[in-house]
């Protein structure tokens, strides 16, 4: 595939460039490529960046598929220019032993629009053996250490100590002092660590901290802690999640944590539930896969962060925290993982054009930074003109 007229960022400019993608990798970035005999796809001058890769999502499969699937989750991730999802393991049954692992990974081969991993999930029964005999079959081990279902809930401080030592990344669901706490643990046992969705001022700053001692600490945040806050709960109640909304201030300070390198990636911990299970009771998690993209392009145009530099914390820098080879950038060998944009958008997201199973969106009427026009794993287009290619031709990353 030759695709042609499109905008790309090289060395902080932004230049003209062709695109020829064979055997699912980029070979060639230049000014013209002319190539007799190549299928040729026109950018028509838009813009071309890298797929974005997910670190951050609840695909609910197994054991809760109506909320969301693999098919219709990875489809809502082609819709919003995600070409590689890491999903986590708090299904039913806990993805807590190898067994189930094992089981999560066949039941999802030939079901996914685009490329995916897998976190193995730690438990409070202490499966350190378990994490250990996976490790490299994952792209994390996830700890759950203020919040979770099942068995995931860990609270004894030997054995989060025995799982991180066992690990070779953890990520963790940790909330105010917990935060600190997953950092000393990374401190101690010398495993990094993956910080998800902080939500408040003082958590950045423990972040902060932990990297000029020269920890290996990384931070995430979400769409929804940087666009919405606690007085949005008020007009709508189905803004309820883990963590939960926090102020205004707490928005800023984690803009601010993305401007000075403190926050490393976007995940969007998208949790999907049925509208109807959000209406008759309190209920934790939102949908967001499908929007991300569309929603961080707001920062861009508002001008708070450059395209450059946003696809760093959507792609490049989450490719190297996860050792995930060959993608998150737009270079000669990568796989041909990209996505076309229009950044003169006048569209307003939509529920109606919402394609998760769960049927609802909490950017509704939000104004989008910029459009997904077409989505491609590595050399096949999955998504172009609101129209779904079903290849169903993603494969797992590790």
């Not at 590689?84 to 806990?94: L, W």
């Not at 995430?220 to 909304?245: A, G, Q």
Request: glycine share 10%.
């Amino acid at each position: 595939m030759l695709i042609k007229n499109g905008l790309v960022v090289v060395d902080g400019e932004i230049k003209f460039k062709d695109i020829l993608i064979e055997n699912e990798k980029i070979v060639e970035i230049s000014d013209e490529i002319i190539k007799d005999g190549e299928k040729i796809l026109d950018a028509k001058g838009h813009y071309i960046i890298p797929g974005i890769i997910d670190p951050h999502v609840h695909m609910r499969d197994p054991g809760l598929t109506h909320k969301e699937d693999f098919e219709t989750g990875s489809k809502a991730c082609a819709k919003g220019g995600v070409t590689t999802f890491f999903d986590m393991p708090n299904t039913i049954p806990n993805t807590i032993t190898e067994e189930e692992l094992l089981k999560k990974k066949k039941d999802a081969i030939g079901r996914s629009y685009v490329d995916y991993g897998f976190y193995f999930g730690g438990s409070k029964l202490d499966n350190s053996t378990e994490v250990e005999k996976v490790k490299d079959l994952v792209v994390a081990t996830k700890v759950f250490m203020n919040v979770s279902t099942g068995n995931m809930l860990v609270e004894d401080e030997k054995i989060l100590e025995n799982i991180f030592k066992v690990s070779k990344l953890v990520g963790v669901h940790a909330e105010g002092e917990m935060v600190q706490k997953a950092i000393e643990l990374s401190e101690k046992t010398g495993t990094p660590v993956y910080l998800c969705h902080l939500s408040t001022k003082e958590e950045v700053e423990m972040v902060r901290n932990g990297k000029k001692k020269g920890l290996k600490i990384y931070g995430e945040v979400t769409p929804h802690h940087l666009f919405l806050n606690e007085k949005d709960v008020l007009k709508n109640s189905l803004l309820r999640m883990k963590p939960e909304l926090k102020t205004k201030e707490d928005n800023e300070a984690l803009w601010e944590g993305i401007i000075d390198g403190t926050i490393d990636t976007i995940g969007t911990d998208h949790a999907p539930h049925k509208l109807e299970e959000k209406l008759e009771k309190l209920t934790f998690g939102i949908p967001g896969v499908e929007h991300s993209l569309e929603m961080m392009l707001k920062g861009v145009a508002g001008g708070r962060i450059t395209l450059n530099d946003l696809t760093k914390i959507m792609s490049e820098n989450t490719a190297k925290i996860f050792g995930i080879k060959n993608k998150g950038k737009l270079e000669i060998g990568y796989d041909a993982d990209l996505v076309i944009i229009n950044l003169e958008t006048t569209e307003r997201i939509k529920k109606e054009e919402v394609v998760s199973k769960c049927g609802w969106t909490p950017y509704d009427g939000f104004l989008k930074g910029g459009e997904v026009l077409t989505t491609i794993v590595r050399g096949n287009v999955v998504y172009n003109n609101k129209k779904f290619i079903n290849k169903k031709i993603g494969k797992e990353v590790m």
